[in-house]
Structures are given as C-alpha cells and as structure tokens.
Antibody
Framework: QVQLQESGPGLVKPSQTLSLTCNVS??????????WSWIRQPAGKGLEWIGR???????NYNPSLKSRVTISVDTSKNQFSLKLSSVTAADTAVYYC???????????WGQGTMVTVSS | DIQMTQSPSSLSASVGDRVTITCRAS??????LNWYQQKPGKAPKLLIY???SLESGVPSRFSGSGSGTDFTLTISSLQPEDFATYYC?????????FGQGTKLEIK
C-alpha cells in the first residue's frame, strides 16, 4: 500500500517561499501509472487543487496560482516537491500531497501539513 | 474553470437513515466525478470515482450515480462512522475543482 508523507516548515514569513516535500513509500513514482498532486485546505474551508506532476516532469498548475507555483519530482528519492513564492496570509492552509489514479481521482493522500504564513 | 455546487451544505440525519447528497457541475463533465469523505483533522478519503465506481475497501452502503452535470452520492443506511464532511470533485479537465462540501451531522 503506497503511503505519502509531507514535510517542510510549518511557519513561513510573508513574501517568502513555501517549500514542501512529499515522500512516497510502498510504490515507485516512476511507475508511470499515476500523476502526483498538491492540494490545500484553509482552516474550516474547502479543498483547492494546486497542481500535478508526472514522473517525467510534465506539470499542470491551477491558473489561480500558476505564476507562483513550481512542482518538481526527484525520482531517485521517490519524492515530489512544491514551491509557492511570494506567500501571504491567504496561503495559510493544510497542504496535502496525493496520488492521482486513472479518471484523475485522488486515491491516496498524505496526512497533511499545516503551514502558517506569519511574520 | 468548472464550478461544482453541492447541496445541501449541511444535513442532520439519524443512524439508519438513507441520505442523498447532490453535486451539480457548471458544464457537462461526462462521468468525471469523484466523491470524498473527510473527518476532522484527517485527509479526505476517496469513496466513489468515475461517478459510480466504488473505491476498494469502501462499504457497499455508499453509492454514486449521475452523468453530465448532475450527480448524487447516496448512503443507504447511515452508520455512526459516516458522520463527516463529503466533497465532490470533477476530474474532466484541469484545474480540478471541488464542491464546497456537505457536512453530515447527527440528529
């Protein structure tokens, strides 16, 4: 059973760059059968898709965040990463990484990591 | 972007009740519709994908139907562990979007 685990700083200052990593275990990112995504959820609110990456490095981003987002993959470490630049308080949220199965459903999720943007 | 609208936003029900949650897309998404359950402090869990396919390990009391723009999630007989928030998500194209959620509470 594949498992995903997010890691990264829980506190980021305004205008700086949020950086998170998702470590994948129990399966290979390079298998080619899945996309890998980042999703976020502000406290008490709904879910927002940030973007996805394929093992080859092909990415798709949410246009609402596209100018500030970079998702990358490191197949040698079996992990993928999120960078979100120029953060503001509006970027405070729980950030989840997830596997995207066929029909593009998120079938495996990390436990989520809370990121607060504050000085 | 495709807008997903769920109804109701909240719902009170009792153990054993049959419950239906509706999700409407702003344009046709064929059967590219998925349903998730989220409990407080936990990640969402996939219940139904492709509108009506039950994810492995999910109890058969959960079912989904619909195509085009109108979809439903039905729980045939509510169990205590089903009280949670439910989200629909369209996957016909990026950016994938979610409904605003339906909070299912105990009556």
């Amino acid at each position: 059973q594949v498992q995903l685990q997010e890691s990264g700083p829980g506190l980021v200052k305004p205008s700086q760059t949020l950086s998170l990593t998702c470590n994948v275990s129990g399966g290979s990112i390079s298998s080619g059968s899945y996309y890998w995504s980042w999703i976020r959820q502000p406290a008490g609110k709904g879910l927002e898709w940030i973007g996805r990456i394929y093992f080859s490095g092909i990415t798709n981003y949410n246009p609402s965040l596209k100018s500030r987002v970079t998702i990358s993959v490191d197949t040698s470490k079996n992990q993928f990463s999120l960078k979100l630049s120029s953060v503001t308080a509006a970027d405070t949220a729980v950030y989840y990484c997830a596997r995207v199965k066929n029909i593009y459903a998120f079938d495996n999720w990390g436990q989520g990591t809370m990121v607060t943007v504050s000085s | 972007d495709i807008q997903m609208t769920q109804s109701p936003s909240s719902l009170s029900a009792s153990v054993g009740d049959r419950v239906t949650i509706t999700c409407r897309a702003s344009q046709s998404i064929s059967s590219y519709l998925n349903w998730y359950q989220q409990k407080p402090g936990k990640a969402p869990k996939l219940l139904i994908y492709a509108a009506s396919s039950l994810e492995s390990g999910v109890p058969s009391r959960f079912s989904g139907s619909g195509s085009g723009t109108d979809f439903t999630l039905t729980i045939s007989s509510l169990q205590p562990e089903d009280f949670a928030t439910y989200y629909c998500q369209e996957s016909s194209r990026t950016p994938y979007t979610f409904g605003q959620g339906t909070k299912l509470e105990i009556k």
